[in-house]
Nanobody, 121 residues
């Protein structure tokens, strides 16, 4: 099973930047996709960005043009760079991975515990 550990959250002023990391560990065969969702206070989770195993990227509407998702396969780590941050970007950023434990099985989705991002002056 995959374990995920996020890092890189914090407080930043409007217009600032942050880079979040999500390190995957544990036993798994392959990863279909990894990415990030944001959960703002009192709201449901919203997609920030996700990357499939073939490198295809899907970005959520509110952050289009302001985020870059990348991965380092050697480190089993995914990164989310966010630029020109706005107060409405505030929330808990949750990393997920959809992965196979063994060849041909139905993949599971695992979530990290999240890292808080606060955009405030």
């Amino acid at each position: 099973q995959v374990q995920l550990q996020e890092s890189g959250g914090g407080t930043v002023q409007p217009g600032g930047s942050l880079r979040l990391s999500c390190a995957a560990s544990g036993s798994f065969f392959s990863v279909n996709s990894m990415g990030w969702y944001r959960r703002a206070p009192g709201e449901q989770r919203d997609l920030v960005a996700r990357m499939a195993s073939d490198g295809n990227i899907l970005t959520g509407g509110p952050v289009k043009g302001r985020v870059n998702i990348s991965r380092d396969d050697a480190k089993n780590t995914m990164y989310l760079e966010m630029n020109n941050l706005k107060p409405e970007d505030t929330g808990v950023y949750l990393c997920f991975a959809n992965a196979h434990r063994s060849p041909g099985d139905i993949p599971d989705t695992t979530w990290g515990q999240g890292t808080q991002v606060t955009v405030s002056s």
